[in-house]
């Protein structure tokens, strides 16, 4: 079993930065891919942004290309976000996800969630 914890949503100004985290405890997470998906209230959940094993490939979804990005330690088994130039409709709970494939697909364990709101 793998738990997933992430930290670092706030509050934040349209414009500013915000870093999350997430550190993953429990077996080892040799060969699965991370990422993290968001979801902004009565809206679907999606994914955000995922990273390979190796870190060689990543996937952003479109409307956070040049301005997310996404990093991962395999020695310290944690995933960051690096989330820049802010937009309102960022807004929403981001989760953490460990999937087989780094388009997040079909995760198999997920983190409980963070908020992050953005003001206009």
């Known amino acids: 079993q793998v738990q997933l914890v992430e930290s670092g949503g706030g509050l934040v100004q349209a414009g500013g930065s915000l870093r999350l985290s997430c550190a993953a405890f429990?077996?080892?997470?040799?060969?699965?891919?991370l990422g993290w998906f968001r979801q902004a209230p009565g809206k679907e959940r999606e994914v955000v942004a995922g990273i390979s094993w190796s870190g060689s490939s990543t996937y952003y979804v479109d409307s956070v290309k040049g301005r997310f990005t996404i990093s991962r330690d395999n020695t310290k088994n944690t995933v960051s976000l690096q989330m820049n130039n802010l937009k309102p409709e960022d807004t929403a709970v981001y989760y953490c996800a460990a999937d087989s494939y780094y388009t997040m697909g079909s995760p198999d364990y997920w983190g409980q969630g963070t908020q992050v709101t953005v003001s206009s």
């Open positions: 429990g077996r080892a997470l040799s060969n699965y891919a």
